[in-house]
């Protein structure tokens, strides 16, 4: 079974930081853009940061210059590094592949989404 899987939320203080990682597993022929969006509370889901296969990056304004995109191709793995995290980046943060892959009814090119990581921002 495909499957997003991720970790590195948790409670940390204005000020700090955290870094969240997501890792792909199943049948997985190719990935393509990967990135990491965040739902807050009564908020709709918004994009935090994407990355392309190639490494080009795309981030929300309110995490320029706090936030980093990578991933480790090899291990279909992206991650994001939150620095200087302020409490309105409290959210759950999710993680989302393109793919072309195998699931238990098909195979095919579609999007999977993580099952989400609860950060935390408060003093």
């Known amino acids: 079974q495909v499957q997003l899987v991720e970790s590195g939320g948790g409670l940390v203080q204005p000020g700090g930081s955290l870094r969240l990682s997501c890792a792909a597993s199943?049948?997985?022929?190719?990935?393509?853009?990967m990135g990491w969006y965040r739902q807050a509370p009564g908020n709709e889901r918004e994009l935090v940061a994407r990355?392309?296969?190639?490494?080009?990056?795309n981030y929300a304004d309110s995490v320029k210059g706090r936030f980093t995109i990578s991933r480790d191709n090899a291990k279909n793995t992206v991650f994001l590094q939150m620095n200087s995290l302020k409490p309105e980046d409290t959210a759950v943060y999710y993680c989302?592949?393109?793919?072309?892959?195998?699931?238990?009814?098909?195979?095919?090119?579609?999007?999977?989404w993580g099952q989400g990581t609860l950060v935390t921002v408060s003093s």
């Open positions: 990355i392309s296969t190639s490494g080009s990056t």
């Open positions: 199943g049948t997985i022929f190719s990935i393509h853009d």
């Open positions: 989302k592949a393109d793919m072309y892959g195998r699931t238990s009814v098909s195979t095919g090119y579609f999007g999977l």
